[in-house]
C-alpha cells in the first residue's frame, strides 16, 4: 500500500508564494500524481497532475500559469509550487497516487490520499 503525506502549507499573504510537498511511500513506479483541493463550503477540485514515466503534466484552468507541479524520484516526492497565490486559493490541499498511471483531472481514479494541509491566504 502507498501512504502519502503532504507538507509545506500555512498562512501566506495575497501575492506570495508557497511550495507544497508530497511525500510517497510503498511501491509507486510509474504512479501518475495529482493536487487536489477543497475549500470551505466547495466541491473537490483538480488542481494538477504529472506523470512519474515522463515529463507529462496537467493544471486547472484557475491555477495555469501560476502553480507549478514537479517531482523528485530520489525523494519519492511530488511538488506543488504556487506563485502569485489568491484569496480564492484558500484551501485545504491533497495529494493522490493512482497506480495505473492516467494523470486524471477527477478524483474518481486516484487510490491513494493524503490527509491534506492548509493553505490560507489572506493579510
Known amino acids: 500500500q502507498v501512504q502519502l503525506v503532504e507538507s509545506g502549507g500555512g498562512l501566506v499573504q495575497p501575492g506570495g508564494s508557497l511550495r507544497l510537498s508530497c511525500a510517497a511511500s510503498?511501491?509507486?513506479?510509474?504512479?501518475?500524481m495529482g493536487w487536489f483541493r477543497q475549500a470551505p463550503g466547495k466541491a473537490r477540485d483538480f488542481v494538477a497532475a504529472?506523470?512519474?514515466?515522463?515529463?507529462?503534466?496537467y493544471y486547472a484552468d484557475s491555477v495555469r500559469g501560476r502553480f507549478t507541479i514537479s517531482r523528485d524520484n530520489a525523494k519519492n516526492t511530488v511538488y506543488l509550487q504556487m506563485n502569485s497565490l489568491k484569496p480564492e486559493d484558500t484551501a485545504v490541499y491533497s495529494c493522490?497516487?493512482?497506480?495505473?498511471?492516467?494523470?486524471?483531472?477527477?478524483?474518481?481514479?486516484?487510490?491513494?490520499w493524503g490527509q491534506g494541509t492548509q493553505v490560507t491566504v489572506s493579510f
Open positions: 504529472i506523470s512519474w514515466s515522463g515529463g507529462v503534466t
Open positions: 510503498g511501491r509507486i513506479s510509474n504512479y501518475a
Open positions: 493522490a497516487a493512482d497506480r495505473l498511471g492516467r494523470i486524471a483531472r477527477t478524483f474518481n481514479e486516484y487510490e491513494y
